[in-house]
T-cell receptor
Framework: AQTVTQSQPEMSVQEAETVTLSCTYD???????LFWYKQPPSRQMILVIR??????QNATENRFSVNFQKAAKSFSLKISDSQLGDAAMYFC??????????????FGTGTRLKVLA | EAGVTQSPTHLIKTRGQQATLRCSPI?????VYWYQQALGLGLQFLLW???????NRGNFPPRFSGRQFPNYSSELNVNALELEDSALYLC?????????????FGDGTRLSIL
C-alpha cells in the first residue's frame, strides 16, 4: 500500500528566507501524481503545486518549487522569499493515476510552517 | 464560481447519537471525497463518491457511511458517535477525468462529541 511520510511536524523560517519541507512516499506504481497543499489557519485547503511522476522536470509555481527525485521517492517543497502569508500547515499528497484504477489519494500528516518576522 | 460548501460549520453531539454532514461540490465536479482531520493525525481518507457511487473507502468502521445525490452533492453519516470521532471533517471535490486535477476543499465541519 502507498504511504506518504512528512517527517517534520513543524518548521520555522525567517521572513524573506528559504525553507524546504520534506516528503517521502512509498509506492510500487510507476506512474502517479504528487501534490503539495497548504492549509492556512482559516482552514480551507488549497493546492500549492503538483508534479506528474512521468515528468523529470521539477514543477515550479512562482516562489514555490519542488525537488522531485523519483528513484529516492522524495518530493520536497522549497519556498523562496518566505512571506508571513506562507504560515500554514502543508500537506504532501500522492494520487494514483487513472490507469491504475485505484484512484487512491493519500495525504501525509502535515508540516506546520511558522514564518518569523 | 462557488467553491465547495459544507454544512453545518459546527456540530455538537453526544455519544451514541448520529451526525449528518453535507457537502456541495464545485459545479461540474462529479467526485466528492470525505476526510477526517483529527489533531496530529493529518488527513485520513474516509470515502470517495463519483457519479453517485461509492468508489473507494478508507479504514473506517461501517458506522461511517454516506451517499451522493444526482446533483453530486453528498452526505456523510456517522452513527453511534464516539468521543474519538471529534474532528474536522473535510469535503473535497474534483473532476475525475484527469488524475492530475487537484482536489478543491471546503472549509470543513467541526464535529464535537461530548
Amino acid at each position: 500500500a502507498q504511504t506518504v511520510t512528512q517527517s517534520q511536524p513543524e518548521m520555522s523560517v525567517q521572513e524573506a528566507e528559504t525553507v524546504t519541507l520534506s516528503c517521502t512516499y512509498d509506492t510500487s506504481e510507476s506512474d502517479y501524481y504528487l501534490f503539495w497543499y497548504k492549509q492556512p489557519p482559516s482552514r480551507q485547503m488549497i493546492l500549492v503545486i503538483r508534479q506528474e511522476a512521468y515528468k523529470q522536470q521539477n514543477a515550479t509555481e512562482n516562489r514555490f518549487s519542488v525537488n522531485f527525485q523519483k528513484a529516492a521517492k522524495s518530493f520536497s517543497l522549497k519556498i523562496s522569499d518566505s512571506q508571513l502569508g506562507d504560515a500554514a500547515m502543508y500537506f504532501c499528497a500522492y494520487r494514483s493515476t487513472r490507469t491504475s484504477g485505484t484512484y487512491k489519494y493519500i495525504f501525509g500528516t502535515g508540516t506546520r510552517l511558522k514564518v518569523l518576522a | 464560481e462557488a467553491g465547495v460548501t459544507q454544512s453545518p460549520t459546527h456540530l455538537i453531539k453526544t455519544r451514541g447519537q448520529q451526525a449528518t454532514l453535507r457537502c456541495s461540490p464545485i459545479s461540474g465536479h462529479t467526485s466528492v471525497y470525505w476526510y477526517q482531520q483529527a489533531l496530529g493525525l493529518g488527513l485520513q481518507f474516509l470515502l470517495w463518491y463519483d457519479e453517485g457511487e461509492e468508489r473507494n473507502r478508507g479504514n473506517f468502521p461501517p458506522r461511517f457511511s454516506g451517499r451522493q445525490f444526482p446533483n453530486y452533492s453528498s452526505e456523510l453519516n456517522v452513527n453511534a458517535l464516539e468521543l474519538e470521532d471529534s474532528a474536522l471533517y473535510l469535503c473535497a471535490s474534483s473532476w475525475v477525468g484527469w488524475s492530475n486535477q487537484p482536489q478543491h476543499f471546503g472549509d470543513g465541519t467541526r464535529l464535537s462529541i461530548l
